[in-house]
Nanobody
Framework: QVQLVESGGGLVQPGGSLRLTCAAS????????MGWYRQAPGKQRELVAE???????ICANSVKGRFTASRDNANNMVYLQMNSLKPDDTATYYC?????????WGQGTQVTVSS
């Protein structure tokens, strides 16, 4: 089993920045891909960004050029640097870790972008 704990969410003005942090623990040996999804009220959960052990990344078109996912494999952490935030970025952000057996989720951290 894998446990994921997010931090770094909060309230920020449009154009501002936040960095989300996710710490993984437990059976971390089998983790391949880690990343972030988000879900706004009344909307489906959507991919934000994912990064593999080898460093390959994928990002949603809505965040490309603004968000960057990175990993610290030695410390079993994944980050999401969010710049130029927009009100449409407001959502609950979930850390995720993918193994061969299943996908794991964190509890979510709220990001609110508002003036």
């Amino acid at each position: 089993q894998v446990q994921l704990v997010e931090s770094g969410g909060g309230l920020v003005q449009p154009g501002g920045s936040l960095r989300l942090t996710c710490a993984a623990s437990g059976s971390i040996f089998g983790i391949n891909t880690m990343g972030w999804y988000r879900q706004a009220p009344g909307k489906q959960r959507e991919l934000v960004a994912e990064i593999t052990n080898g460093g390959s990344t994928i990002c949603a078109n809505s965040v490309k050029g603004r968000f960057t996912a990175s990993r610290d494999n030695a410390n079993n952490m994944v980050y999401l640097q969010m710049n130029s935030l927009k009100p449409d970025d407001t959502a609950t952000y979930y850390c995720t870790a993918l193994t061969i057996l299943q996908r794991y989720w964190g509890q979510g951290t709220q990001v609110t972008v508002s003036s």
